[in-house]
């Protein structure tokens, strides 16, 4: 199914074809991290940034207009908001971190 995905026009920029995780263990044999390698990480950033500028408004937008209680509105909203600003500071991180 994830193959069919990712031949779909903008999907296919944001799906990475062959994803290579590491994981770094402990001497206990618990994670303590995980690393995607680069090219991975690049479909991972056009997510963010699809996240950021196209989700997280979508759902502030949807808050806005449901028909619901003010207090409802604001939880909707409030999630949009989350989701645009961990996909934000997720995406500057790595942003940064290119540049070392």
């Not at 940034?49 to 939880?75: E, H, L, N, R, S």
Request: glycine fraction near 6%; charge should be positive; charged fraction near 20%.
């Amino acid at each position: 199914m994830l193959d069919k995905i990712s031949e779909i026009p903008v999907l296919n920029l944001m799906i990475p074809s062959n994803p290579v995780l590491t994981v770094e263990r402990d001497q206990m044999g618990k994670p303590i991290r995980y690393s995607l390698d680069a090219d991975t990480e690049k479909y991972m950033q056009r997510q963010r940034i699809f996240a950021m500028v196209v989700g997280g408004p979508t759902v502030v937008y949807a808050g806005w207009k449901a028909d619901v209680p003010w207090w409802q509105k604001f939880g909707i909203m409030s999630l949009g908001v989350a989701c645009t600003v961990h996909h934000f500071y997720s995406w500057k991180t790595v942003k940064n971190a290119e540049k070392e």
